[in-house]
């Protein structure tokens, strides 16, 4: 996935991208949630800037929420 370093990504980005890799996987939300922090954030939370990471982790705290 190419990913545009001109704005934030949100939370809603996110809520799919994660569900995505769960399906994919066939894995749980912890997992999925550590795959894309390896993968797409590549283990730097500010390669995206700061205001992206906290939208990840929104979007985690939502998932688990839901669950």
């Given amino acids: 996935m190419i990913v545009n370093h ?3 990504l949100k939370k809603d980005f ?3 991208y994660l569900s995505l890799v769960m399906n994919a996987k066939n894995c749980t939300l912890n ?7 390896e993968r797409f954030f ?3 939370k500010d390669i ?3 205001e ?3 939208q990840f982790l929104l ?3 939502s998932l688990r ?3």
């Fill in 59 to 61: 979007a985690y705290r």
């Fill in 52 to 54: 992206t990471y906290q």
């Fill in 14 to 16: 996110f809520i799919a």
């Fill in 65 to 67: 929420s839901d669950s």
């Fill in 48 to 50: 995206y800037g700061q």
């Fill in 31 to 37: 997992q999925a949630k550590e795959t894309t922090f």
């Fill in 42 to 44: 590549k283990q730097d």
């Fill in 6 to 8: 001109a704005g934030t």
